[in-house]
T-cell receptor
Framework: GDSVTQMEGPVTLSEEAFLTINCTYT??????LFWYVQYPGEGLQLLLK?????DKGSNKGFEATYRKETTSFHLEKGSVQVSDSAVYFC???????????FGSGTRLLVRP | GAVVSQHPSRVICKSGTSVKIECRSL??????MFWYRQFPKQSLMLMAT?????????EQGVEKDKFLINHASLTLSTLTVTSAHPEDSSFYIC?????????????FGPGTRLTVT
């Protein structure tokens, strides 16, 4: 079945460091891909999305490129801030089916 | 904004009792609400989808008689865990989508941690 695999956390970085959180997927068709973020005590929020191969989603300095050849959607940010500390979830949606399939989440901790 | 609240945030109940979790969209009308379950260090698993005024659609493997979902209004959905057992202990998360938006544009509540003793 369709699935999403994320790197295990926690990921601990110093402020202004470069961030990569790996995400790969398995899908029978052509999914849309998403990154959600969950700040402490809050619900998940959509961070960025990409709906077809080679699309790049971006928001708040974060980027992810839909790579069909490697079935990946890695999240990157050039310079993290303490306020980026949160749990990040990669997810896919198949063919507008409404069903989101999530990865297990990666906790990011940014130290001053 | 699009804020979704859940109540309670934490609940402890005894085995065999039932517990109700509320999910409210505070500043928009939600035609569709979703209920997820999350185990420690695992991904969110969709349990069911509910539309206002109609019966919920449950995912395969989810017992509909155990997890009762009622979407009574455009701003409120409830999940009742009936005859709870320790294996029902989990983190339950709801989300809601706005009319006319893609379903991926779900607004999530902060979750409810259920502990069954």
């Amino acid at each position: 079945g369709d699935s999403v695999t994320q790197m295990e956390g926690p990921v601990t970085l110093s402020e202004e460091a470069f961030l990569t959180i790996n995400c790969t997927y398995t899908a029978t068709g052509y999914p849309s891909l998403f990154w959600y973020v969950q700040y402490p005590g809050e619900g998940l929020q959509l961070l960025l999305k990409a709906t077809k191969a080679d699309d790049k989603g971006s928001n708040k300095g974060f980027e992810a490129t839909y790579r069909k050849e490697t079935t990946s959607f890695h999240l990157e940010k050039g310079s993290v801030q303490v306020s980026d500390s949160a749990v990040y979830f990669c997810a896919l949606e198949m063919d507008s089916s409404y069903k989101l399939i999530f990865g297990s989440g990666t906790r990011l901790l940014v130290r001053p | 904004g699009a804020v979704v609240s859940q109540h309670p945030s934490r609940v402890i109940c005894k085995s065999g009792t039932s517990v109700k979790i509320e999910c409210r969209s505070l500043d928009f009308q939600a035609t569709t609400m979703f209920w997820y379950r999350q185990f420690p260090k695992q991904s969110l698993m969709l349990m069911a989808t509910s539309n206002e005024g109609s019966k919920a659609t449950y995912e395969q493997g989810v017992e509909k008689d155990k997890f009762l979902i009622n979407h009574a209004s455009l701003t409120l959905s409830t999940l009742t865990v009936t005859s709870a057992h320790p294996e029902d202990s989990s983190f339950y998360i709801c989300s809601a989508s706005k009319p006319g938006q893609g379903y991926y544009e779900q607004y999530f509540g902060p979750g409810t941690r259920l502990t069954v003793t």
